[in-house]
């Protein structure tokens, strides 16, 4: 079953890798294939450099649904 997911997610990961998370560490937290995300970065490095951070309320309740939504896979 293919996976899809949103452009934003994959922003963030880029954000996250490029201040300095590891593939595997994000691999980790969000079950998303380390070669998947490698593509991503290629995509979005240079573009990711110059977004700001949003609000920061926001993206704790974005990764709260992740990890909750990573969770249900695993059950």
Not at 8 to 22: A, I, P, T
Not at 43 to 51: A, D, L, R, T
């Amino acid at each position: 079953m293919k996976t899809y997911y949103d452009i934003d997610f994959k922003k963030e990961l880029v954000k996250e890798y490029l201040d300095g998370k590891s593939l595997n560490n994000l691999y980790q937290t969000y079950g998303v294939a380390k070669s998947t995300i490698a593509g991503w970065i290629k995509k979005y490095s240079e573009e990711c450099q110059y977004i700001k951070p949003h609000n920061k309320e926001k993206n704790a309740s974005s990764e709260e649904i992740r990890a909750l939504n990573k969770k249900i896979k695993e059950l």
